[in-house]
């Protein structure tokens, strides 16, 4: 407890009371996050949930925007109007974390420093849990790296290598058995993709980059096989090394030490 004669005079001025609107917004996202209103749901009308929560217009229009900015609602106005609740979209997410990362001056290197923690770990989760389909689906990513490979670098979209190589890792993230995983990489995909776009456009030795998508392939078919025997350390510490290898090839020269501002600009 903060001795009365030591608080200081602007204590009150720390701590926000929440506006009205917000309170009701909170009561609304309560009903919605636990399910007592579902996707597609109609929310009372106007008149009544200005009755019910005994404010004005203008209030509760005022918590409509709080949560149609958390895409939680959608409120369509004329005649047929109403207001209809809304799965959130990971989009969103991505966007406001996109935007702190930007903000707060992370590095590319940051960035991947951190992938190089989770993925390896999911990787071993995958290895763990993974079903008929997810090893299915691993193979038909690797399939599809390899065939883009095979063709070879003349007149190759190294764009689209990069692409098919996110792929199987979209995967491994996806497919873990871990919903707070896999969020993660949803709202990083978008920071990674343009890295990995951004890389790709300013190749200049096409022979190393084939040969770097090569060993890609044989590393994604050898991963795939330990997924497949249930081998999950193995998987974990072959995923490591992958990320490891990768990492340098992706943060050469002054890569590392450029923001994730710098991919949006």
């Not at 917000?22 to 009308?45: C, F, K, S």
């Not at 149609?68 to 809304?86: K, M, T």
């Not at 038909?140 to 670098?153: P, R, S």
């Not at 590393?219 to 510490?237: I, M, P, Y």
């Amino acid at each position: 407890m903060v001795d009365a004669v030591n608080r200081p005079k602007n204590v009150s001025k720390l701590v926000r009371a929440p506006k009205t609107a917000e309170l009701i917004a909170d009561e609304l996202r309560r009903q919605i996050v636990r399910g007592v209103l579902n996707e597609g749901d109609a929310l009372p009308t106007e008149v009544e949930l200005v009755k019910q929560f005994g404010v004005s217009r203008p209030t509760l229009r005022e918590a409509f925007r709080i949560l149609e900015s958390e895409s939680l609602i959608v409120v369509r106005r004329g005649s047929r109007g109403g207001v209809l609740v809304c799965s959130p979209e990971t989009s969103v997410a991505a966007r406001h974390f996109g935007l702190l990362l930007q903000m707060s001056g992370t590095t590319l290197a940051d960035v991947y420093e951190a992938r190089k923690v989770f993925e390896p770990a999911a990787a071993e989760m995958l290895a763990q849990r993974a079903t008929p389909g997810d090893i299915a689906d691993l193979k038909a990513a690797a399939g599809a790296l390899a065939a883009l490979v095979d063709e070879g670098t003349a007149g190759a979209d190294f764009a689209e290598w990069s692409a098919a190589t996110f792929r199987f890792h979209d995967l491994i993230m996806e497919r873990a058995g871990n919903k707070t995983v896999m969020l993660i990489a949803a709202v990083l995909r978008d920071v990674v993709t343009r890295h990995m776009t951004r890389v790709m456009r300013s190749v200049t030795d096409q022979a190393e980059i084939e040969k770097q998508f090569k060993r890609t392939v044989r590393t994604f078919t050898k991963f795939t096989a330990l997924v497949e025997a249930g081998s999950a350390v193995e998987a974990r510490e072959l995923w490591a090394a992958h990320m490891d290898r990768a990492g340098r090839s992706m943060l050469w020269g002054g890569i590392a030490k450029e923001t994730v501002v710098d991919l949006f600009v």
